[in-house]
């Protein structure tokens, strides 16, 4: 089946520089977790330029801009996430990572794979819908804050305000459709002791030692495994005592925190109850034994000035096979030239724990890029990839909101 309005392959020219335009203009603004405003204010305008019917930045600072469809179909939002990590130090990158160099086929600087190539190849992907006479339904396109620290949270305000159909998650995906991934728990464990002169260690309790007999026990849990989404991985991330640095005292305090990767179904409660269980049984054996865990706390406060508790637990979630979403995501993909495309899942978690895990929205990942190139040195993004991921945004637009 052939669709109406998908572009063909070979995109013109003129709108392959304007993606790349936009893109680079993009990656030359800094936009660390929480100072997000420049690229904001940036964006709004160019929304509006480009044509947008509305364009609104949120309370907590993320923007969304809306292509009002004929008002029969669907609506979709296309979500990439406007923030990036810092850059440690300028010296480990041989280009400079706000300058967006292209350089044999590839575009560098930080974001370009996480995300701002997806979220730019989105905007434009909207734009070039409406210059071509629009969808059935609704086209959203937003630029969410936070998400390298606080997955979905920002998404989650979104969401509850339009309330899509359908949910496209840019994260890199090599242009395959990704309809899963693992979710993120925090979890934070402390050992309590009682704190003495290091010459007299009899007369104390050391909370570091309790520690490590705890992580014996932790290692030994069993985790869950899913044939589709991989093992529920539980990993120790950080450790640290109290005080620090200890000047002749026996810790009383010791602090651990540990990475876990979640599997679907999975809840705060049933994560922490093997942990805590472990606990009780040192606990019982060991009088002098005093430890507590929970799932981490974040104080959150965005360039707005926004300011929020998060709980660091983003759920897993995964579409089910027989999922309409699927196929005609597929034979939209298809129709643009990706024929290779294959269905997988990621492994990192991302705003989709929000619009899936816990909205139960139809949720599929599509984007430019790899995973294992988020965060490094010399980050960069294929140009030819980013041109593809807008054409796939384009048809995938023009099938799923029918």
């Given at each position: 089946m052939k669709l109406k309005n998908v572009p063909e392959r070979d995109m013109k020219d003129e709108r392959k520089r304007e993606v790349m335009d936009l893109c680079s203009k993009m990656i030359q603004i800094s936009s660390i977790t929480g100072e997000e405003k420049a690229l904001v204010k940036f964006l709004e305008g160019e929304m509006k330029t480009l044509g947008f019917d509305t364009v609104r930045v949120d309370e907590r600072g993320s923007i969304i801009g809306k292509i009002k469809g004929r008002g029969s179909g669907k609506t979709i939002l296309f979500d990439g996430h406007l923030d990036t990590v810092p850059v440690s130090s300028q010296s480990f990158w041989t280009k400079d990572p706000f300058s967006a160099d292209i350089e044999n086929g590839k575009m560098y600087g930080r974001g370009t794979s996480d995300m701002k190539g997806a979220l730019a190849s989105m905007i434009m992907a909207a734009s070039f819908l409406k210059r071509d006479g629009g969808t059935d339904g609704d086209v959203y396109v937003s630029g969410t804050v936070f998400e390298e620290v606080a997955e979905g949270w920002a998404l989650d305000f979104i969401l509850d305000a339009i309330q899509p159909d359908i949910?496209?998650?840019?994260?890199?995906?090599?242009?395959?459709?990704?309809?899963?991934?693992?979710?993120?728990?925090?979890?934070i464990i402390k050992t309590k002791g009682i704190p003495a002169h290091s010459s007299n260690p009899e007369a104390g309790v050391n909370a570091v030692y309790k520690m490590v007999s705890l992580i014996e026990k932790i290692n030994g849990i069993s985790?869950?495994?899913?044939?589709?989404?991989?093992?529920?991985?539980?990993?120790?991330?950080?450790?640290?005592?109290?005080?620090?640095p200890g000047a002749s005292v026996i810790p009383e305090i010791c602090s651990a925190t540990f990475d876990r990767r979640l599997l679907t179904g999975e809840t705060k409660d049933s994560v922490l109850k093997p942990i805590k269980e472990v606990i009780l049984e040192l606990s019982k054996s060991d009088t002098t034994f005093n430890a507590e865990v929970s799932?981490?706390?974040?104080?959150?406060?965005?360039?707005?000035?926004?300011?929020?508790?998060?709980?660091k637990f983003a759920p897993a979630w995964i579409l089910d096979a027989d999922n309409a979403a699927i196929e005609k995501a597929l034979t939209a993909l298809r129709e643009t030239g990706l024929n290779l495309v294959e269905i997988g899942i990621y492994s990192f978690c991302t705003n989709g724990s929000s619009s899936a895990g816990i909205h139960n929205i139809t949720t599929l990942g599509f984007g430019?890029?790899?995973?294992?190139?988020?965060?490094?040195?010399?980050?960069?993004?294929?140009?030819e990839e980013l041109i593809m991921a807008c054409e796939g945004y384009y048809a995938l637009a023009v099938e799923l909101t029918v």
């Open positions: 949910v496209i998650i840019g994260e890199s995906t090599e242009l395959n459709l990704n309809i899963g991934q693992r979710g993120r728990a925090e979890i985790v869950p495994v899913s044939p589709t989404l991989g093992e529920g991985t539980i990993v120790l991330t950080d450790i640290i005592s109290t005080p620090y799932i981490a706390e974040a104080e959150l406060e965005t360039y707005t000035g926004y300011k929020a508790k998060h709980y430019p890029g790899r995973e294992d190139h988020a965060h490094i040195n010399d980050e960069y993004v294929e140009i």
